[in-house]
């Protein structure tokens, strides 16, 4: 779905979905009551339609309330051949006379239910049909427009006679002038072209050729994803911020000031109509996108089993199911058991708790940059102070936290490879110096690390904490909750190390949205707790379990995993542009398509840039339609975690507008607020014929 | 016509086999307190893989207040799923949680402005609270109370009184937690009874705090209004009102966790509001949104503004999904039926219980709050000695004939009743008519030896 938009009183015009499907067989009742219903659209017509042809497909919402729709195919039609009638086209109501190669957007309908009329909701959606006409490249828009007013005065007048009158403006009918007030042109008179009498059973065959303007109709939107009607935030979402601020604790970030109204793929619709693409995924939890269809159909149906029983009560299926999935496709070919908790955090924690039964020891090293959560021991765990640690403390006693090689600041008078190999002589002796490795439960690690700013561990760094903890008996915990799931182009980070943890903490892109970790691992290790020493409440929630099964069944295909990996290449292609483009790119980098920029203000010294003027950069992206978020120790830079489902043009569009936002933002960083996306935005003032 | 049916063995063939998968799939160490495979749930009973019905008298420990699919709780998730399951309301936020957090406040005890952060499980709002106490008030020590249970993250499983199962191994625990024993009267610390003793756990405090701790160090109290885990152990009336003024006067804030009495559970939407108590900050998780994963932290929104911004967070924080469900849930509470019906309920249970107190040598103590009924058993009256085994044993014969219960206390000697707030009589005396089978049998076989 790519079309969401609202109109001024508040209607919103977009795509149909399948839950629109009963509704919009209700509305067919309303809209054409004396139509016969073997004419009329069922619901199981529609989920056809959709299924068929998506983009053609428009409902129009009041709150959650269907008021209107239309239904569309595409034809070669054929202007010197044109008689024909709604039972050709419709064929029983599955429209498959539609031709995915035709050239016309033929309208078959379009409803509004009687108490929304004459608010100008038809005219929105022949807008709606005249941005598919331009998106597809078709010639235009035609129908058989019905002279609702006829029936009444048939008596009195030939249909040519009326129809010629409704043309110059001498009668006024209450469809066909609407129709060519939107731009239709008349093209010739149908008989009976369907059974009803408020039209004779006649009809005109009107045109809208794809070259004319229409109110309402973008033409910049045939191109981009993005659709900007409004700034953002606009009137409605700076309500809820209000609200936010009065209900919500301060302390709470706020990346974004986009208020989501509905969400898709890799779009996302705001609260004033709004279309940004995401390339945030919610801080990296939608490898799958937003509502893929298997993961809501998942939802649905366990929803109507049991939403809860609590694993520590009973057990349920899926539960079980996804241990196994998960037990399978993670590094390691021993035997191995999943926990599940709630969050990233809870899942560390466990881990960290069955490190520490396991060895019978205490200690837990962690590492500079590393980021596993916001409980005490996580937070303890966490690396950047200033951010998520000023006021929490005091915290967790046992914990030694020791650097790690970060190649892009590498000291001057170094190699990289002199660095990394001092980097393993620093942790070597930290052995010594800060805690004898009999006394360490676990070492823990992301493989790429997330918060601190997409810094992949270097290869021979993480192999020799692979060797230690294998010679002294620690535990390895990788934590896996960004890196994990695809977000890399492999399941899991590890694969591209070929190097296999004791414990893998799994998260975010696990539940496709829904809260949910996972500890997985070696099966001595997870069976180290006495009974009832692990679990919780809702650990493992099933409706959470069951979104995870739909969505670790689409990461783990093949094609999925080679599209995330095409998506790193074009990542990198653009980036590396930036850095040859902008001096305040200092470094792109990540592990497949977890990529990032990190900007500096001067390239040798590698000073960051502060954490507001990349705050800057990130609104100015936002304003140009583009969902992202910042990283990194000194908050200087911006990652990407766009679902990996999205396809390669829109990732480029999302790109090329944040390479706009960085370009400005980087040339004059003193403007305090963002700049519209050089006179692109197109209200509906802009936008009229 | 009976809800439960018992047409199989328990468990029966397809729980055996799927048990199978689990002991070979997930660890060991989880705790399951009945072997039954839940296929479907409706209302109060739920239907195993082999087609058993069973009487839900556990709510998933707490957590199924307004019942099992609730069509009105099922469509909110249905329609949710539909428009976006997840944007990280710290990256785009969405009207579901500001709402959530507006009705909130205004149903919490207290009506000075409040702000609400949500979280994803009561251990998680348990941590939070005290990480925003700690910042308030520039103080890092806890209080907490023996025999409390907060959850088993390291803080909150720091504030967790229960050694085993949940501590053993896990150390070392979290520092500057101070503990001291709840008003549990019927294993008094202090060898005294209410009301002659005049709240001497209260009153020792102030020794406590001459002895163990400044309490200028401590940030803030957490406490659970009637004890969960613990044993089901209701205070008497003026000891939470009192415990507050007693800390107010010594600048500790009041964090009540109210993630089990929450939600109707005790009679009124918050048990503090049994006595008047209005917490710096209530914790609420379990029957908040109907099953789904959903904590809440509401506090005074001075306390609650100080971390800087940036401070507090997380992924998931507020699911849309959870928010949906949790709005669907308050609206079943809308009415006040199901406040209603908790007491009648409660009042029903105590009744047959009482009877079992006179037949039965086994009870010790039955307490009282709401719905929320727990019933200590004793092998002597005496001596007061806990009959854990004989617990275990009325759980597993009750599973055995269709009606899923869990044990609490320190000793693991209470069985606790959480059923849903929706449950009828008939189908509340049918499960109550079972245990009653079970209690005699236990009761019979303890008389025996």
């Known amino acids: 779905m790519w079309y969401y938009r609202r109109l001024a009183d508040g209607v919103v015009v977009m795509q149909t979905r399948p839950e629109h499907a009963e509704p919009l067989e209700q509305l067919q009742r309303d809209c ?59 064929q029983g109501g599955w429209l498959t006379s539609h031709d995915p190669n035709g050239d016309w957007l033929y309208g078959a ?123 953002v935030p606009g009137p409605r979402a700076r309500d809820l911020i209000a609200r936010r601020l009065a209900a919500v604790p301060a302390g709470l970030g706020k990346a974004t000031d986009v208020v989501v109204e509905r969400a898709e793929g890799s779009l996302v619709f705001d609260v004033d109509g709004n279309t940004l693409i995401d390339l945030a995924g919610g801080i990296g939890m939608l490898a799958v996108g937003h509502s893929p269809a298997p993961v809501v159909k998942a939802i649905a149906d366990q929803a109507q089993k049991f939403v809860h029983v609590s694993s520590l009560v009973a057990t349920y299926e899926p539960y079980v199911r996804l241990a196994e999935m998960l037990n399978e496709l993670t590094p390691g070919s021993f035997r191995k058991k999943t926990l599940f908790a709630n969050s990233g955090a809870e899942s560390v924690e466990y881990a960290v708790k069955l490190a520490r039964k396991y060895t019978g020891r205490a200690a837990v090293i962690c590492f500079e940059g590393g980021y596993h959560g916001r409980t005490l021991l996580t937070l303890s765990l966490t690396s950047k102070y200033g951010l998520f640690k000023s006021g929490f403390g005091p915290f967790a006693p046992e914990i030694v936290r020791l650097p790690i090689p970060t190649l892009y600041r590498t000291p001057a008078g170094m190699s990289e490879e002199q660095y990394l190999d001092f980097g393993i002589k620093q942790l070597e002796h930290a052995l010594v110096a800060q805690v004898d490795p009999a006394a360490v439960a676990a070492m823990i690690i992301e493989p790429v690390q997330g918060e601190a700013g997409f810094i992949p561990v270097p290869p021979r760094f993480l192999r020799r904490i692979r060797e230690l903890c294998d010679a002294h008996g620690i535990v390895m915990i990788a934590d896996e909750v960004q890196c994990g799931f695809g977000r890399t182009g492999r399941v899991f980070a590890c694969e591209h190390y070929g190097v296999v943890p004791d414990l893998l903490v799994s998260a975010k892109s696990l539940g496709a949205g829904m809260p949910i970790g996972a500890v997985t691992g070696r099966a001595e290790i997870l069976d180290s707790s006495h009974l009832g020493g692990v679990g919780g409440t809702y650990g493992g929630s099933p409706v959470a379990c069951a979104a995870a099964i739909a969505a670790v069944n689409m990461i783990r295909q093949p094609a999925f995993l080679a599209h995330a990996r095409r998506l790193g290449e074009v990542m990198r292609e653009v980036m590396h542009g930036w850095q040859a483009s902008f001096p305040s790119v200092g470094d792109v980098r990540g592990l497949g398509p977890m990529m990032l920029a990190e900007f500096v203000k001067d390239r040798a010294t590698k000073e960051p840039l502060p954490p507001e003027e990349t705050l800057a950069i990130v609104r100015q992206a936002v304003a140009n339609g583009v969902i992202v978020m910042r990283a990194g120790l000194f908050s200087n830079c911006v990652r990407l975690l766009p679902p990996l489902t999205t396809p390669e043009d829109m990732l480029r569009e999302a790109l090329d507008a944040l390479g706009r936002a960085i370009e400005v933002r980087t040339l004059r960083p003193v403007l305090s607020e963002p700049l519209r996306s050089r006179g692109r935005v197109e209200g509906p003032s802009t936008a009229s014929a | 016509m009976a809800a439960i049916q018992i047409r ?86 969405y009207e579901s949680y500001v709402a959530l957090a507006e009705r909130l406040a205004a149903i919490t005890p207290g009506s000075f402005a409040k702000k609400t952060l949500f979280v994803n499980s009561g251990a998680e709002a348990i941590e939070n609270a005290v990480k ?75 020794t406590y705090f001459k002895r163990y701790v400044d309490p200028k160090t401590i940030a803030a109290v957490v406490v659970e209004p009637v004890l969960g885990e613990g044993g089901f152990v209701a205070p008497p009336a003026g000891f939470l009102s009192q415990l507050a003024a007693f800390c107010r006067k010594h600048g500790i804030l009041v964090i009540a966790d109210e993630v089990q009495t929450g939600f109707g559970r005790t009679g009124r939407m918050f048990a503090c509001e049994h006595d008047g108590v209005e917490p710096d900050i209530l914790v609420t998780a379990k029957s908040l949104a109907a099953g789904l994963p959903l904590a809440a932290v509401v506090g005074r929104a001075e306390v609650m503004d100080a971390p800087g911004e940036g401070g507090l967070g997380g992924t998931y924080v507020g699911s849309p999904m959870a928010c949906a469900a949790a709005h669907a849930a308050l609206d079943l509470f809308e009415s006040g039926e199901l406040l209603r019906r908790s007491e009648e309920i409660g009042v029903r249970i105590e009744a047959r219980v009482r009877e079992w107190a006179e037949r039965f040598a086994l009870v010790g103590d039955v307490r009282r709050r709401g719905a929320m009924v727990g019933v200590e058993l004793v092998r002597n009256r005496q001596t007061k000695e806990p009959a854990k085994q004989e617990t275990e044993d009325v759980i597993r014969m009750a599973c055995e004939r269709g009606v899923l219960l869990i044990a609490a206390g320190t000793f693991g000697n209470v069985v606790r009743f959480l059923t849903p707030l929706t449950i009828s009589n008939d189908e509340l005396d049918e499960g109550l008519e079972v245990m009653t089978g079970c209690m005699a049998s236990v009761a019979a076989q303890a008389a025996a030896h």
């Not at chain 1, 039609?77 to 009638?85: A, E, I, M, V, Y």
């Not at chain 1, 959606?125 to 129908?143: D, F, I, P, S």
């Not at chain 2, 660890?27 to 009945?34: E, M």
């Not at chain 2, 050694?163 to 202090?190: E, I, L, M, Q, S």
């Open chain 1, 32 to 90: 054409f009551p004396t139509l016969a219903d073997a004419e009329r659209f069922k619901a199981a017509h529609y989920r056809k339609h959709i299924e068929l042809f998506p983009d053609g497909q428009f409902v129009a919402l009041d709150g959650d309330t269907v008021v209107g729709a239309t239904t569309t195919l595409r034809l070669p039609f054929d202007f010197h051949h044109l008689n024909h009638t709604f039972a050709d086209i419709i």
């Open chain 1, 109 to 231: 309908d379009v409803g509004v239910s009687p108490a929304y009329r004459g608010r100008g909701i038809a005219a929105a959606l022949y807008a709606a049909r005249q941005e598919v006409v331009w998106r597809l490249g078709l010639k235009g828009q035609v129908t058989a427009g019905m002279i609702s007013g006829y029936g009444a005065v048939k008596d009195r007048m030939s249909a040519e006679d009326y129809v010629n009158g409704v043309v110059e403006g001498r009668i006024k009918d209450p469809t066909l002038s609407m129709q060519l007030g939107v731009g239709f042109e008349p093209r010739a008179l149908l008989a009976n072209y369907l059974n009803d009498p408020v039209s004779d059973n006649y009809s005109v065959l009107i045109a809208l050729d794809a070259a004319k303007e229409v109110k309402g109709a973008s033409r910049k939107h045939a191109t981009s994803w993005i659709r900007l009607d409004t700034d």
């Open chain 2, 8 to 93: 199989t063995a328990i468990p029966g063939p397809g729980s055996r086999a799927l048990m199978a998968r689990r002991q070979a799939a997930v660890p060991r160490g989880i705790a399951h307190a009945t072997p039954v495979f839940a296929a479907s749930a409706e209302g109060v009973r739920i239907t195993d893989v082999d087609g058993n019905v069973f009487l839900d008298f556990a709510g998933g420990i707490g957590v199924m207040n307004v019942g099992h699919s609730d069509p009105h709780v099922v469509d909110a998730l249905r329609r949710q799923a539909t428009r976006f399951t997840h944007t990280c309301f710290s990256v785009a936020p």
């Open chain 2, 132 to 206: 925003i106490a700690r910042h308030a008030t520039g103080r890092p020590g806890v209080l907490c109370f023996e025999d409390g249970f907060h959850g088993r993250t390291l803080l909150a499983l720091s504030l967790t009184s229960k050694v085993h199962p949940y501590k053993t191994g896990y150390g070392p625990f979290v520092g500057d937690v101070w503990r001291v024993p709840y008003a549990y009267c019927y294993r008094c610390a202090y060898a005294r009874t209410h009301p002659d003793c005049a709240f001497e756990c209260l009153s020792s405090i102030e």
